[in-house]
């Protein structure tokens, strides 16, 4: 696997067969990716100083992009205004972790600029520390179904005002056109500059004219891909006026609205949204399964015309997470001495609002639903869970939020933490809302949240928490989409973050029924069950599995008697479990396990049932009757309840190594927690200091130990 690193304006074209290919394969021959439009691109705005980057994977090429030097070992995509994104043709992001080693020179970052997320790579392989920031939202009309369904379904008031403008315009004769055969583009393309060079944008400089370097570039593009059907210039007139008019490159899935100007001297008329109208029947039309692609940084009004919206983010790539360590403390303390944008302030202005909630039950029923989506079969991460963990654990806290953003009104994502202060210390820290009782913590978040959504509610919780210069989120699913993308939004908004290992946790893959579960377990568990159940029965020995309401309360008692006989002390918070078992009961997702020998309870166990998953929350046993085993064998009744009655595919023992774990179970995961310093203050810097000093004393033995061949390190952070 290499990389070969050319001058992108000499040997673009004899690669552009292997562009469209790896196009093809990744993104469906994206018109914007394809190499008519790069080629065009380098053609009329390369300044001859742009690196062509080829990886091949044997004799195949499966990545390529663009790259131009920004000087200091600073690299970005080629990306000119007229691009409307970034063409990252990428199989596999872990091949760019040995492009800066071989680009010239010591490249130290690479900025990828306006990658849409609905055509990038899976960033979850990639191990180099990434930033991500928003560059624009950008909106697509999904042309599935038919264009009245679709018209129906826009807001009111856009339907009305759109009445209103074509009511406006009946003393004139309206007409549209299509040109898409290459020999009418260029007057078209003439047309349209006449058009805009008579606007706003000509003050600016920015209009297409028909002989300046934008004119030349459309007007190229479009005969290129008129040539294969793949242009359209939609024109509304106004009698023999040009009223309107949108540029279009397409295939058989996808529009892409290029440009668009509109006389403005008809604008009482609104000419440019006559024509969208227009041009989005046509669309529908032409493509029954697609979608319009419009690439602008949508505004409220525009965004009603959508069915999707989505964030173009730029990127950021560090060599080493050293590097990008240095950066951060360097951008920190630049903008604490020297003034400019912090990494917070790139964030700060967009569609994205975010509010603070005191309580799940505050929140309104659209942001709630994101908790109903995970909870279906994580309980820790469902309104309850946390409303009974508030209650029990933090009590009166006023520092407990959960904060959450939404885009135009639908909700992407809400991040429960709380703020706790350590003793002797003034600065406060910003903290997972969890604690011993939590085996699983996670942001909630929309399938369309990327780590800018996590990022402004990490910001919202800074500006709450001015004095917080540490951040600690766990335990988490390492292997999560959520888990990286919040050690990105973290970086992405000026905070250093490390990775750390909590605890490794075991599980069961259920294939298959009890009895046959029981088969697959080592023959010393078997004969243990057999022979130990046979004499539990004979002594007087029973099982009950309490899940309703109606058993509960003299079945809290004997499991919280049986947890202070085996831990000699009460629960910290006395109220989270009974809490916890009362509102599984009432849901039907309770499974309280008790072992009774002769009528009194010798062991008990609390399981929870949540959609397709049995965990394994809590165990306690009257030690006086251990040889019995009344541990074991309520763990195989419960395990058979499951697994034939409930019917789940997997059983989850929660936290911890314990060897007896793995009798039962079949795999290992692991959770992970991030701790974030601010590097803006000498409190944060101190802290972080201390983290640095740690983690290199910890490494230091293991990699002496190491050296000498005794044993392997692996590694813990990426």
């Not at 309360?553 to 004997?558: G, N, Q």
């Not at 509102?583 to 309870?601: F, M, P, Y």
């Not at 179970?665 to 959770?671: D, V």
Request: aromatic letters at 10%; charged letters at 20%; proline letters at 5%.
């Amino acid at each position: 696997m290499t990389w070969e690193i050319r001058p992108a304006g000499d040997a673009f074209p004899s690669f552009a067969t292997d562009w469209d290919h790896l196009n093809g394969q990744l993104y469906g021959g994206h018109p914007a990716f394809d190499s008519r439009f790069v080629g065009a691109l380098l053609t009329h705005f390369g300044n001859g100083s742009e690196s062509l980057c080829i990886h091949r994977s044997g004799e195949a090429v499966d990545g390529a992009l663009i790259l131009c030097a920004r000087g200091f070992g600073r690299w970005a995509l080629f990306l000119p205004a007229q691009a409307p994104a970034g063409a990252l043709l990428i199989a596999d992001a872990s091949c760019l972790e040995t492009l800066m080693p071989a680009l010239p020179g010591y490249a130290w970052t690479i900025d990828l600029l306006a990658i849409d997320p609905a055509f990038e790579p899976d960033w979850s392989p990639l191990l180099l520390p990434r930033t991500v920031v928003r560059h624009q939202l950008t909106m697509a009309v999904a042309t599935g179904g038919d264009f009245p369904a679709y018209w129906q379904a826009r807001p009111g008031k856009l339907r009305s005002n759109l009445r209103r403008y074509q009511r406006r315009s009946d003393d004139h004769a309206a007409s549209v056109r299509v040109i898409a055969e290459p020999q009418e583009i260029g007057a078209a393309v003439s047309r349209y500059a006449a058009v805009e060079s008579a606007g706003w944008k000509a003050v600016g400089g920015t209009a297409i004219g028909s002989d300046n370097p934008q004119g030349l570039f459309y007007e190229q593009l479009l005969c290129d891909f008129a040539a294969s059907g793949q242009a359209r210039i939609v024109e509304l007139w106004f009698d023999d006026r040009l009223a309107a008019s949108r540029l279009v490159v397409c295939h058989q899935r996808m529009w892409i609205m290029l440009k668009t100007t509109y006389d403005e001297s008809l604008a009482a008329m609104a000419p440019g949204r006559q024509l969208l109208y227009e041009a989005l029947q046509l669309a529908f039309a032409d493509m029954p399964a697609g979608a319009v692609e419009f690439y602008t940084n949508a505004t409220r009004d525009q965004a009603e015309w959508a069915t999707h919206l989505r964030h173009v983010c730029h990127h950021q790539l560090y060599r080493n997470t050293t590097v990008a360590n240095f950066h951060g403390i360097a951008r920190a303390l630049r903008c604490r001495f020297a003034g400019g944008e912090t990494a917070e302030d790139s964030l700060a202005f967009d569609a994205t609002s975010v509010a603070a909630y005191h309580s799940p039950a505050a929140m309104p029923p659209a942001m709630r639903s994101l908790f109903e989506a995970a909870a279906g079969r994580e309980v820790e991460l469902s309104p309850d869970w946390f409303a009974n963990l508030q209650a029990a654990v933090f009590g009166d806290d006023d520092s407990v939020r959960y904060y959450g953003a939404e885009l135009y009104g639908s909700p992407t994502a809400i991040l429960p933490v709380h703020a706790s202060r350590r003793s002797g210390r003034r600065a406060a820290e910003i903290e997972a809302l969890a604690n011993f009782y939590t085996a699983l913590y996670a942001p909630l978040a929309s399938p369309g949240a990327d780590p800018t959504d996590l990022g402004r509610l990490l910001q919202a919780a800074r500006a709450d928490c001015a004095r917080a210069r540490v951040m600690n989120f766990h335990p988490m699913a390492v292997d999560s989409p959520v888990y990286e993308a919040m050690v990105v939004a973290l970086r992405s908004t000026g905070w250093i973050p490390f990775r750390y290992f909590c605890f490794g946790n075991w599980y069961l893959e259920v294939d298959g029924s009890w009895s046959a579960y029981l088969e697959q377990r080592d023959g010393i568990l078997r004969h243990t069950l057999r022979r130990k159940r046979r004499r539990f029965l004979a002594a007087g020995g029973s099982f009950e599995i309490v899940t309703g309401t109606a058993a509960l309360e003299p079945a809290i008692a004997e499991f919280n008697a049986l947890y202070r006989q085996r831990w000699k002390k009460s629960e910290p918070y006395a109220a989270f479990v009974p809490g916890l078992m009362r509102w599984l009961a009432a849901s039907g997702k309770l499974r309280l396990g008790i072992a009774r020998l002769a009528g009194e309870a010798v062991a008990a166990q609390l399981w929870i049932v949540s959609g397709d998953k049995a965990s394994i929350y809590k165990m306690a046993y009257d030690e006086a009757h251990s040889s019995h085993a009344p541990g074991t064998l309520l763990t195989a009744h419960l395990m058979e309840q499951v697994i034939d009655v409930d019917r789940v595919s997997e059983v989850d023992y929660l936290i911890g190594d314990d060897p007896y774990k793995q009798a039962w179970m079949s795999h290992r995961r692991e959770r992970w927690g991030i701790v974030a310093y601010r590097a803006d203050r000498f409190a944060g810097i101190a802290r972080l200091l201390l983290e640095i000093i740690g983690r290199v004393i910890r490494r230091t033995p293991a990699r002496i130990v190491g050296k000498q061949g005794r044993f392997s390190v692996r590694p813990t952070q990426r």
